[in-house]
């Protein structure tokens, strides 16, 4: 689908030489199941080019073993549902990570793995961690990692990035 659907994010002269996205294989070491602690509130407005402004409220921080916190973020209006960026320090290389940050979870796009998950925690697995829609096609407008969703160290798992946009 990625390839040919009508709304893919493969620009058109792109897609003759796409065979399919680069993902490292699967690292059980980088699946974590965290409880969700208390953040003082935080806000921030996206402006898209199709969906008008889109908000986001913070839920709270999730503490990852080895990696550091990430802001989990809940979207207030669209189709509802949690949202966790991040960037780790392969971005922005080529070959590394997408420099904007890549998605975790988007739970409004499918990205939810929390169906094994004990209540009140949340599974975070960097092996879905996947490039947002921007980093294929500029026109795209994506919300990226803000801040509070910036990790020093290398994720190796997941999508990785080879483009130039």
């Not at 689908?1 to 490292?24: C, I, K, N, W, Y």
């Not at 793995?113 to 009140?120: S, V």
């Not at 980093?135 to 407008?141: G, I, L, R, S, T």
């Amino acid at each position: 689908m990625f390839a040919q659907h009508p709304s893919t994010p493969v620009m058109e002269q792109d897609r003759a030489e796409f065979t399919g996205l680069p993902v490292e294989p699967y690292d059980p070491a980088w699946r974590f199941e965290v409880e969700l602690t208390p953040a003082a509130p935080a806000h921030f407005d996206f402006e898209t080019g199709t969906d008008g402004v889109v908000p986001f409220d913070r839920l709270g921080i999730a503490e990852i073993p080895g990696v550091g916190s990430l802001d989990v973020w809940r979207l207030t209006s669209y189709g509802g549902g949690i949202f966790i960026p991040v960037r780790d320090a392969l971005a922005g290389t080529h070959g590394g990570t997408y420099g904007g940050g890549r998605y975790l979870v988007d739970s409004i796009k499918g990205a939810n793995l929390n169906t094994d998950a004990a209540p009140d925690s949340l599974v975070l697995d960097f092996n879905f961690a996947y490039n947002p829609s921007c980093a294929y096609d500029p026109a795209w407008a994506c919300p990226l990692a803000q801040p509070g969703n910036r990790v020093a160290v290398e994720i190796p798992v997941g999508e990785r990035y080879f483009g130039s946009h």
